[in-house]
């Protein structure tokens, strides 16, 4: 069987990992409703974008499998979101600081016929102690501010994660085993047929 797959998603890390798998797909990224409902847990936060993301590309291409996810961070359950500016960055920095959080995602999968599955990972992630030099430092490189949480555990702020517990792809914005868990499921070849040389 043939994957047409369809990764619903303009993060270029998501798109990283999954082609670290070896599985062939195209890149349409898209614009949905990512704001926090009132109540609304981070599960079903997560859950809710994920299946936005890819319902509205599966409109788009309904002969393809659509691949969303969608990645939060929580601490004292409360959802920390992309910030909103610097000011905001350094609030999450000096909350994740110097203590554990968890990072959870929602992958969905449309297939062909329209069936929608979801999974959820969640990983806890242990902070350092931040001085409030390493934040405005961290905070003035500009990575933090397209990060949920206000941080890219791939990127400058891997020298404050003291330790972690779970997927470290899932932290990254996809959790790499449990996708591939996924699309075997739905009977399409993921494993290489050959050892890379």
Known sequence: ???????????????ELLRATGIA????????????????????Y???VAE???????????????????????????????????DDARRMLGLLSGRSHDVVT????I?????VETRLDTTAVEFAALSP???DWYVASGEPMDKAGAYAIQGLAARFV?????????VVGLPVFETVQMLAGLGYPTRLSAAPR
């Open 111 to 115: 297939d062909t016929g329209g069936a």
């Open 52 to 86: 936005a993301k890819a319902r509205a590309i599966h409109h788009r291409a309904p002969d393809r499998v659509v691949l969303a996810a969608d990645t939060t961070v929580v601490i004292d359950d409360h959802v920390l979101g992309k910030p909103e500016d610097a």
């Open 25 to 44: 797909f195209d890149v349409i990224p898209a614009d949905v409703d990512e704001t926090l409902r009132d109540g609304e847990t981070p599960a079903a």
């Open 1 to 15: 069987m043939t994957l047409h797959l369809v990764l619903a998603s303009a993060s270029p890390r998501r798109a």
């Open 162 to 170: 003291r330790q972690i517990n779970g997927s470290y792809t899932n």
């Open 106 to 109: 929602g992958v969905t999968l």
């Open 46 to 48: 997560v859950t809710r």
């Open 133 to 135: 030099d390493e934040i």
